[in-house]
């Protein structure tokens, strides 16, 4: 099946271009981006605009509450299914998002490592949260160095290869396959830019965001307890804007946190992308 996947980092211009492109080829948008999947956060994640819903169908954005638990084999299945949608209906799909691993997935299939769904739900409730990650961080250390290395920065990442370690006795590492074939058809590309043009438009951005309510948004989600979910609690920004709300720092320390911390994910990215992803086409901005 033919689709098409604009894949690059954050503030990089990927929904521009799936826009263009779709509105040019006849195409449907769907999101790789783990945070928009979630309903509350349109700001924060950079949804798109209920005008750019009008002109082009999205799909897998603001479907879910942010209670709600979903990790890349559910969001292979969505995507697998949405894929299916649009192909059915005489249109291409396009993939457009940020979330490297979860494209991965999808394009190579997940490799077929041990899972117990009783040890990962003892595992979720004794590590997956602010108190219990420096415990993980600690565990990880003693039986599984490497991937602690490779995925500090992702608690759920942590959390699946402690799993793996404790039911295989070996590294996550050690069991990972070389990359599959791919899934599909796919046209891909992999949006690059310098750093210091990706961090000025990271700030822009960030600062457009600020003044168009996201401090409020922020307040609502934190008031339902954004930081104690399963999955939402990673999105970026609102963490930081609840400490603003505490009155930790003034609005100039915020957006600088803000802007750092998003660069910062915009690196590891960009490393992924470079390696995971040999079959896009670089589109130099």
């Given at each position: 099946m033919k689709i098409v996947v604009i894949m690059g980092p954050t503030a990089s211009g990927k929904s521009e271009m799936a826009l263009k492109m779709a509105k040019e080829r006849g195409g449907e948008i769907i999101s790789a981006d783990s945070m928009q999947l979630y309903r509350g956060l349109e700001i924060g994640t950079a949804q798109p605009s209920a005008n750019e819903r009008l002109e082009v169908p999205h799909h897998l954005v603001g479907c879910f509450p942010i209670g709600e638990k979903i990790d890349v084999?559910?969001?292979c299945e969505l995507a697998d299914a949405a894929i299916s949608g649009v192909a059915a209906r005489g249109k291409l799909p396009i993939l457009c998002g940020g979330t490297g691993f979860y494209l991965k997935a999808l394009l190579r299939g997940l490799d077929d490592l041990p899972g117990d769904a009783g040890l990962r739900r003892e595992l979720?409730?004794?590590?997956?949260?602010?108190?219990g990650c420096p415990l993980l961080v600690k565990e990880m250390e003693t039986l599984d160095p490497q991937g602690l290395e490779k995925w500090r920065h992702c608690r759920r990442k942590l959390i699946r290869a402690l799993e793996v370690r404790l039911l295989s006795g070996k590294s996550i590492l050690e069991l990972q396959r070389g990359q599959g074939a791919l899934r599909y058809d796919a046209e891909a590309y992999r949006l690059e830019m310098p750093p210091e043009t990706l961090r000025r438009r990271i700030e822009v951005r960030a600062k457009k965001m600020l003044a168009s309510g996201w401090i409020e948004e922020a307040q609502?989600?934190?008031?339902?307890?954004?930081?104690?979910?399963?999955?939402?609690h990673q999105a970026i920004g609102y963490r930081a804007i609840g400490e603003f709300l505490d009155g930790k720092y003034d609005?100039?320390?915020?957006?600088?946190?803000?802007?750092?911390?998003t660069c910062q994910y915009a690196r590891r990215q960009r490393t992924w992308?470079?390696?995971q992803h040999p079959e896009a086409q670089v589109i130099a901005l």
């Open positions: 084999f559910r969001y979720d409730e004794k590590y997956d949260s602010d108190a609502v989600a934190l008031s339902q307890g954004l930081l104690d979910t399963p999955t939402a609005r100039g320390k915020l957006l600088e946190n803000i802007v750092t911390s992308f470079r390696h």
